[in-house]
């Protein structure tokens, strides 16, 4: 007897083939050794839209809403193109899994998707429509090497023990939809603006375009304050300098500067004596491993050009070679059962560094720790050594790699010295503090070479006696808050902003704060939420900064709901959730909590007197709204040579040129049609393209900005038909 196992994607399922020696490939899925090796393509099906389940709901109207179907029902996945057709390729590749789970030889299927909430519903999904009636298993895997495959096949799980995990994610799908369908809908109808602009309303969507609107709105109320400090230089014996701040009631920040200029003068001349010194040998751990919001935040932040949902897709992509483990993790520490897995990637990884003989093996506490695992371990590489990597994969990769060794590698060590000076000065009543750093030990900072400056105190001892030699005051004027980047963002959605202020991502506060379960989206969301709210205009980026549009300012101070810019309610969503997954709280009585809570809103929106104003744009009478801008979010009109954004008088220069070199050279012209489906899904799809040897292929097109450039370049995504 044989088993079909289903993967996630294509390539997922050529590792698990790889495997098993299984080398016979047939149309969409391997055969061979008692297996077929079957795939999805994410998911296959969808849920009905309104429509499908009342013709009459084909046209927006009021009184028709709010709209909750008594059950839900699921097809094929629409085509991304032409949303009115299946998509084709879901379509042939549900045949064949059929076909292979009806095959007489099969007993059993094993469902080998990602070992998450939406990798359980894509399998699930498929089971319930077919009304398999066969056993099925689920294989849970970390990670994808040809050990862990095995290794899985043999401790397979039944799919009903991830019942709650199921429940989680389809409650997480139905959810969404009821807000989406419900809120979008009737607030799109109560709001339209005469260039009938969508209003995307979300549950995770709104209220992280809260917390940038708050950050934006602290910056703007911010009001500058100037302090002041007094600085001295000091010189020994030895003609050694350094230098003092001062204190008073332990603060160095005084108010008023002629509280400080009154003592330059006395100060010139004057001594100081050392009436205290303090040595401490400190150490400096290396950060945790990574989760994905670290990760994200990590590389966003030191390379331009990157996006937290451009590091998602790179890590995923070297999580499906089997080059690192799961992506989609809240957790910084691994597991206590993968020490040996651990120490087998060490050794391997290891081998040739120059600070080889430095790395050993250790099972701490703050690398191993079973309790303050969230589903998945910390990402970590594999044993298996990369080659061929492109260079967004080796910048990824080498983050994570230089990360897991720096865990085994000797903690830094420095020698913090603190000396306290009293001046020969009747009049002042406060200290003089100098501090000195010094590097003992380099330990994990070797690794990505980071620099630590020392400052060297000259040897002074208590009692000794030092002239002042110059006094000066300096003016401090306090910096308004920052603007929210990715990385920013990221920890405060990873946490609900949880007791995170100014805290350090390794501190146990933090930890504690992403086990807690309360969060805004999970790992797997948050960056596809930040790049919709660019996408559909409520968000807009200066370079790594975020901030509101307009028409997100707007929505922010105008829309009724309340609770869907709440953090904290947010949160608590997203803790049920967790809680689902657990078996703590049942999927139903979560609906039910949603969909009252969806009919209350409608409600509200529908009596709402409010108007939703948003930045206004004179556009040409004769002109026809072609699609929301996707930088400013106001109107793309056509134009003779090109389509723009109807912004372009202040500042917006997002242009699609009708002639573009790039489209023709694949026998393609720039339409209107094209531009508007390109404006509504952010990609648009071709068939039959000509490639220069004269082969046939189908692609998308995406149209997106280059952050270092500030300009928009075409990338091609192609179609896997098979």
């Known amino acids: ?227 002041y400090k007094l600085v001295s230089n000091f010189k020994t014996s030895a003609n050694e300098e350094f230098e003092g701040l001062y204190y008073e009631n332990d603060s160095e920040k005084f108010e008023k500067k002629e509280d400080l200029d009154k003592f330059i003068s006395r100060l010139e001349g004057a001594t100081a004596k050392i009436i205290d010194k303090q040595t401490e040998l400190k150490k400096e751990y290396p950060p945790y491993l990574f989760n994905l919001s670290n990760l994200q935040g990590h590389i966003t932040s030191k390379y331009k050009g990157w996006t937290s949902d451009k590091v998602l897709k790179v890590a995923q992509s070297l999580y499906e070679k089997k080059l690192t483990t799961y992506p989609r993790t809240a957790s910084v520490v691994l597991e206590e059962s993968l020490k040996d897995r651990a120490k087998k990637v060490l050794d391997t990884l290891k081998a040739g560094l120059p600070y080889e003989k430095d790395i050993k093996f250790s099972t701490s506490k703050r690398i191993f720790d079973s309790s303050k695992v969230e589903s998945h371990s910390a990402i970590t590489p594999t044993y298996i050594k990369p080659a061929g990597l492109s260079s967004d994969e080796k910048i990824v990769y080498d983050a994570i790699k230089n990360r897991f060794i720096m865990q085994f590698m000797p903690i830094a060590e420095f020698e913090e010295t603190k000396v306290t000076l009293k001046a020969s000065v009747s009049e002042m009543n406060g200290i003089f503090v100098s501090k000195g750093k010094v590097k003992l030990v380099e330990g994990w900072k070797v690794v990505e070479k980071i620099e630590s400056k020392d400052v060297i105190l000259p040897k002074i001892e208590i009692d000794e006696t030092v002239d002042i030699v110059d006094s000066k005051v300096n003016s401090v004027t306090k910096k308004p808050p920052k603007y929210h980047t990715e990385k920013t963002l990221l920890r405060v959605m990873e946490t609900c902003g949880k007791g995170i202020e100014g805290k350090d991502e390794d501190s146990e506060e933090m930890m504690q704060a992403i086990l807690s379960g309360f969060s805004i989206g999970t790992p797997a969301t948050r960056a596809e939420t930040i790049k919709k709210l660019k996408d559909i205009g409520y968000l807009k980026t200066k370079g790594k900064n975020l901030m509101c549009t307009e028409l997100g300012r707007n929505l922010v101070e105008t829309f009724p709901v309340k609770e869907l810019f709440d953090l904290e309610y947010t949160g608590r969503l997203e803790k049920t959730l967790s809680d689902i997954e657990k078996g703590k709280f049942a999927k139903s009585e979560f609906i039910k909590l949603i969909t009252d809570f969806t009919i209350q809103s409608v409600e509200l929106i529908k009596k709402d007197d409010a108007a939703l104003s948003r930045f206004k744009v004179e556009i040409p009478k004769d002109s026809e709204n072609i699609g929301p801008c996707p930088v400013c979010g106001n109107p793309v009109i056509e134009g003779e040579k090109s389509f723009g954004c109807s912004n372009w008088k202040n500042g917006c220069k997002y242009t699609i040129w009708k002639d573009d070199r790039y489209i023709a050279s694949f026998g393609k012209k720039i339409s209107k ?41 075409w990338k091609i995504e192609f179609i896997d038909n098979k």
């Open 673 to 713: 049609e094209m531009v508007e489906l390109l404006l509504k899904n952010g990609k648009v799809g071709f068939r039959n393209l000509k490639s220069k040897k004269g082969n046939t292929f189908s692609a998308y097109f995406k149209y997106e900005k280059n952050e270092e450039s500030g300009y928009f370049n």
């Open 1 to 227: 007897m044989a088993k079909v196992i289903i993967a996630e994607k294509p390539s997922v399922a050529k590792n698990i083939a790889d495997a098993f020696n299984v080398k016979t490939r047939r149309d969409g899925y391997f055969e061979g050794n008692g297996y077929y090796i079957t795939w999805a393509f994410g998911h296959l099906l969808q849920l009905y839209d309104a429509k499908d389940y009342d013709e009459n709901m084909k046209g927006w109207r009021f009184e028709k809403f709010p709209f909750i179907p008594e059950h839900f029902l699921y097809k094929v996945k629409c085509d991304s193109v032409d949303r009115t057709v299946e998509d084709k390729g879901a379509k042939k590749q549900l045949g064949i899994i059929k076909s292979l789970i009806d095959k007489e030889d099969v007993d059993g299927i094993v469902s080998a998707t990602d070992f998450d909430r939406e990798g359980q519903v894509i399998a699930d999904e498929l089971f319930g429509y077919f009304k398999v009636k066969k056993p099925i298993y689920r294989l849970l895997l970390n990670e994808w090497t040809p050990d862990e495959v095995k290794s899985g096949m043999e401790s397979l799980k039944d799919n009903k023990e991830m019942q709650p995990l199921q429940d989680a994610g389809i409650g997480r799908q139905w959810s969404d939809w009821i807000i989406g369908i419900n809120l979008t809908s009737v607030s799109t109808l109560k709001y339209k603006f005469e260039e009938n602009k969508t209003i995307n309303i979300g549950r995770v969507l709104l209220p992280t375009l809260k917390i940038i609107y708050d950050r934006d709105k602290e910056i703007e109320n911010f009001t500058a304050t100037t302090y």
